[in-house]
Nanobody
Framework: QVQLVESGGDSVQAGGSLRLSCKATGSIISFDSMGWYRQAPGKQRELVATITRGSNTNYADSVKGRFAISRDSAQNMVYLQMNSLKAEDTAVYFC???????????WGRGTQVTVSS
């Protein structure tokens, strides 16, 4: 059984920074893509950033230049450094991981990020 556990969510003022972490626990498997998604109240879940095992990254246009995703594949962890936060970044942030062989999707329960202007 694989579980993704997020941490690092908090309330900050606009312009501030946060670092989210996500660790895969339980059964040890390899992940292909790992990433972060977010869901604001009344909106659909949207991609924030993803990173492959080869460290290829993909970002939503709204966060390019402000957020940076990284991973430690040996520890099955993925991070999201968020700088220059804006009120519109307020959302629940979910960790996602795609298993390398089964292509099964795993999701964390989410961590709340609140940015006040």
């Amino acid at each position: 059984q694989v579980q993704l556990v997020e941490s690092g969510g908090d309330s900050v003022q606009a312009g501030g920074s946060l670092r989210l972490s996500c660790k895969a626990t339980g059964s040890i498997i390899s992940f292909d893509s790992m990433g972060w998604y977010r869901q604001a109240p009344g909106k659909q879940r949207e991609l924030v950033a993803t990173i492959t095992r080869g460290s290829n990254t993909n970002y939503a246009d709204s966060v390019k230049g402000r957020f940076a995703i990284s991973r430690d594949s040996a520890q099955n962890m993925v991070y999201l450094q968020m700088n220059s936060l804006k009120a519109e970044d307020t959302a629940v942030y979910f960790c996602n991981a795609v298993a390398a062989f089964t292509r099964r999707d795993y999701w964390g329960r989410g961590t709340q990020v609140t940015v006040s202007s």
